[in-house]
């Protein structure tokens, strides 16, 4: 069976600071890997997506993921954080189908 | 081009009443899926439609729930004789088929209340 993990339900972070938000998986063979972010009363929004090949992904506002498969990780990550990346992020893996972690909320502290 | 739609916005009823939550997905796009977004419980997996294929509704959570797809566009989620706790927010994504890592674009929801 497949699941993903997001161990931390907040993360604070002052503004300017880097930032990092937890995920791993559990998945046979080689899943897609997605983050998603979803800002106050909207829907959720396609961050990036780790599909084959390098395993530092970029995408939109800054942000990046690398995909760890000895550690089974798939960590987002932004070098300078600002208040504005101050959102509920979800983690999700695709094998078979796609599951979504529980979400991870980030506290930008100006 | 339009995103993905959904109606109403917010419902609000009383334990017992059926309701209907519509979604309009992305024009061209084959896959269809709807979730649950309860406080602090993430995204769960309701129910996915894939072209003409037998929709998977392994995630619905009691046979009060059920969703159609008409004519490969337009769904519809009805909860029949609701219940409190099916206060949560209902999402739907779209995407441009199921069966590859194809980005889901999700629309704004509807947040359903039921007194």
């Known amino acids: 069976a497949q699941s993903v993990a997001q161990p931390e339900d907040q993360v604070n972070v002052a503004e300017g600071n880097p930032l990092t938000v937890k995920c791993t998986y559990s998945?046979?063979?080689?899943?897609?890997l997605f983050w998603y972010v979803q800002y106050p009363n909207r829907g959720l929004q396609f961050l990036l997506k780790?599909?084959?090949?390098?395993?530092l992904v970029k995408g939109s506002y800054g942000f990046e993921a690398e995909f760890n498969k000895s550690q089974t990780s798939f960590h987002l990550k932004k070098p300078s954080a600002l208040v504005s990346d101050s959102a509920l992020y979800f983690c999700a893996v695709k094998k078979d189908k796609i599951i979504f972690g529980k979400g991870t909320r980030l506290h930008i502290l100006p | 081009g339009a995103g993905v739609s959904q109606s109403p916005s917010n419902k609000v009823t009383e334990k017992g009443k059926d309701v209907e939550l519509r979604c309009d997905p992305i024009s061209g796009h084959t896959a269809l899926y709807w979730y649950r977004q309860s406080l602090g419980q993430g995204l769960e997996f309701l129910i996915y439609?894939?072209?003409?294929?037998?929709?998977?509704k392994s995630g619905l959570p009691s046979d009060r729930f059920s969703a159609e797809r008409t004519g490969g566009s337009v769904s519809t989620l009805t909860i029949q004789r609701t219940q409190q706790e099916d206060s949560a927010v209902y999402l739907c994504?779209?995407?441009?088929?199921?069966?590859?890592?194809?980005?889901?674009?999700f629309g704004p929801g509807t947040r359903l209340t039921v007194l």
């Open positions: 998945v046979s063979g080689n899943p897609y």
């Open positions: 994504a779209s995407s441009l088929a199921s069966l590859s890592a194809d980005t889901q674009y």
């Open positions: 780790y599909i084959t090949g390098d395993n």
């Open positions: 439609f894939q072209g003409n294929s037998a929709p998977d």
